[in-house]
């Protein structure tokens, strides 16, 4: 495939051509592949590109994001989005498809949560190959991301992500693995961060020993837009592809890497065949069918409605009776958040309100009332109004939630709390009127303490462009909500066992917690939480039982005890009974989405195996399941698990205790000093502040300490955006990339304008050397425009 090409088409295959394509070479017949962003949404821009979502991309069905769709537990409902997105795709032309998100939540802070499934690497998984089956199902390559560890946005593309072996395999390694191996992605996206001091894009290890070579992934590996920070060290580790468009100097360094030796020429052929695969199994463009605009939009409200969560229903306040007179109230349920700001931004091809569709829900609206200020802001004479409005209805259903600001790609929560304006107009409008009905819209999680002010409670999450008529099928019964959390709510961010140390604010982040994300930290350090895991309620009740299981699978019997038809997820976890290597108190195993009439029972298996017993053994370097007695617990969540029954598995080795700080072993990660976790490491821990004058891989932000006052300038002046923006209530994405940005991603976001060589010259002015680099970088511009001239004309064969 690849050698009819010359070293020069090769590299250039192998770095983007503008914002969006991938190089052609029509001498060859190689066509360019169009990508696109598409989280939960076709994000194809076709005027002004940016990889933001700054400016406007052609119409698409706005599903309801990551985080809402894991709640519904249901496989084959992920997949049939993802065969909406792909025929979506399809129709635009675009041949890859830039997700789904699948990284772990190890914070609920994190403010990119919204794209993501789950704080449980099995569920995360799981649905994302849902969603990548759908996807290529339509001939478009799904492209899930960022592998790996990449967990928070704070200086999100220099960070270095410090993790110990068995976590990293168990935890932020396992959802890939399952997608790769159940689902056969052509493509998968490198994280910008770094793990364990390497950049993610250039780990032999992630991209090589462990997704081709374990995994079996046999696609095109493509960085992160501006993700890219040495070409030459990613194509030798495994990557094939450097978007956006860094210009011909990259493939000219991949040139001079095999001329000098430095790279061999057999791994960039072997990048180039990968991605020529690629290229060959896209879609013919112009071939898709048309798709049905309005049939999507009927899907994106199922959706959304299997997907609500009801957390509370005091006295069966819900569902709602036909004819009820309901008093809605909150400004989201005018202007609704149905999704996450940052690349994933997908311009609707229409947008439901509340107050647009409650018409034909049944119920009779006695009045509107903003309530409040989507801000924060305190507006007295709204929840005056709020409660007048409440005083007259049978039911006031009122819509808060988190707004823009709050979350976002680019920068992380600073809170878990609702703007205080809202829980007070909460308060005052159930004390008018008691039979108050919260509905949240936001990407994530949210401390309760005001739950007691609340009759009932349903989560949305971020339910997309039809979500207002999913909630409202939900809230009249019309639907059954069947959806359970897939991740925990704590009583307070103090309750996270990251509390005190997300965002990290230097260059490293250590994931001290070790394996005890979300559930796995609550259920064995004996944390009280507001919801736990997999938690749902639902307007019928079951019952489990008959729990029988093997070391091969387990089988539940569920019986629908109400007097509705509904769905339940069977949650099936275990836990080590017998002495052992440290782990958490249970970890979900497997899982299984029935849906039953009144009445009706039905018996389901769910397989385990190796997988649900399994650790990584940092002695062999390899999964190893101990010998032992084991407990495989079922029930309706987490934190109920009535049917229990041991289980002897003959396993891989014997058991053993391994040489661990206490705290690992009772969950006690809080605070864990430096020398545990240098324990749980292995190794002594990488410095965490900078030193010395700023580099290449440096941020943009540390201009603010830089010697030249040009630099500290320019960064009070980003600062000051970045902080108008947030007074406005509206991240302003691009300068919160800015500052998370190192200075060498100006030569690779440019389009060939900036090579490395300059990059050089702008960081020597910003250490204060204004004159050399100055210089250096004027004349490193002339030395690149004359070698991209040269580059370009020999990829067009001229003479």
Known sequence: MTENLSLLEKAALLTGKSVWETHDLPRHGVRSLWLA???????????????????????????????????????????????????????????????????????????????????????????????????????????????????????????????????????????????????????????????????????????????????????????????????????????????????????????????????????????????????????????????????????AREVAARSAVLLKNDDAVLPLAPGARVAVIGDFARTPRYQGSGSSAVNPTRLDSVLDVIGDSGLKTTAFAAGFRRDGTPDAALRDEAVEAARDADVALLFLGLDEIAESEGLDRSTLSLHAAQVEVLHAVAAANPATVVVLSGGGVVEMPWLPSARAVVHGYLAGQAGAGGLLDVLTGAVNPSGHLAETVPVTLADTPTADAFPATGRTAEYREGLYVGYRYYTTAGVPVTFPFGYGLSYTTFAHSALAATADAATVTVTNTGDVAGADVVQVYVRRLTPGVHRPDRTLAGFARVELAPGQSATVTVPLGDAAFRHWDT?????????????????????????????????????????????????????????????????????????????????????????????????????????????????????????????????????????????????????????????????????????????????????
């Open 37 to 299: 962003d598409g989280p939960h949404g076709v994000r194809k821009q076709v005027g002004s590109a940016d990889h933001l979502g700054l400016n406007a991309s052609e119409p698409a069905t706005c599903f309801p994001t990551a985080a809402a769709v894991a709640n519904s537990w249901d496989v084959q409902l992920a997949e049939r989005v993802g065969a909406a997105l792909g025929a979506e795709a399809a129709a635009q032309d675009v041949d890859v498809l830039l997700g789904p998100g699948l990284n772990i939540k190890r914070s609920p802070l994190g403010g990119r949560s919204f794209e993501y499934f789950s704080e449980d690497p099995l569920l995360a998984g799981t649905m994302a190959a849902g969603y990548v089956r759908g996807i290529q199902s339509r001939g478009v390559a799904a492209c899930p991301k960022h592998y790996a560890a990449n967990s928070q946005e704070l200086r999100r593309m220099v960070s270095d992500s410090v993790v110990d072996e068995r976590t990293l395999r168990e935890i932020y390694l396992t959802a890939f693995g399952i997608v790769v191996t159940e689902a056969a992605p052509r493509t998968v996206m490198s994280a910008y961060n770094l793990v364990n001091g390497v950049y993610a894009n250039e780990s032999r290890f992630l991209l090589t020993d462990v997704l081709r070579e374990e995994w079996g992934f046999d696609g095109a590996v493509v960085t992160d837009w501006g993700g890219s920070n040495d070409v030459v060290a990613g194509v030798a580790a495994g990557s094939n592809l450097e978007m956006p468009a860094a210009g011909l100097d990259s493939a000219r360094q991949l040139v001079r890497a095999v001329q000098e030796g430095r790279l061999a020429e057999a791994d960039l052929d072997a990048r180039v065949a990968e991605l020529l695969r690629v290229v060959r199994d896209a879609r013919v463009p112009g071939t898709a069918p048309a798709v049905d605009a309005d049939a999507h939009h009927a899907l």
């Open 619 to 799: 002695a062999t370097g390899a999964w190893q399941v101990a010998q032992g007695t084991y407990e495989v617990l079922a029930g309706a969540h987490v934190d109920d698990l009535p049917l229990a029954v041991p289980v002897e598995v003959t396993g891989t080795v014997p058991a053993r205790v391994d040489d661990v700080p206490e705290r690992y072993r009772t969950g006690d990660v809080r605070r864990v000093p430096d020398a545990d976790f240098a324990a749980l490491l292995g190794r002594r821990l990488p410095p965490s502040t900078w030193s010395g004058p700023l580099t290449a891989n440096d941020a943009l932000g540390r201009m603010a300490e830089a010697r030249s006052p040009l630099a500290r300038l320019a960064y009070r002046v980003l600062a000051w955006r970045r902080d108008a923006a947030d007074r406005k209530g509206a991240p302003d994405l691009n300068t919160l990339f800015l500052l998370n940005m190192p200075f060498r991603a100006i030569g690779k976001m440019t389009n060939g304008m900036v090579s490395a060589e300059m990059v050089d010259g702008i960081v020597r002015i910003v250490n204060g050397r204004f004159f050399s680099g100055a210089g250096a970088t004027a004349r490193a511009f002339a030395r690149n425009r004359r070698a991209n001239r040269a580059s370009a004309r020999a990829l067009r064969g001229d003479a």
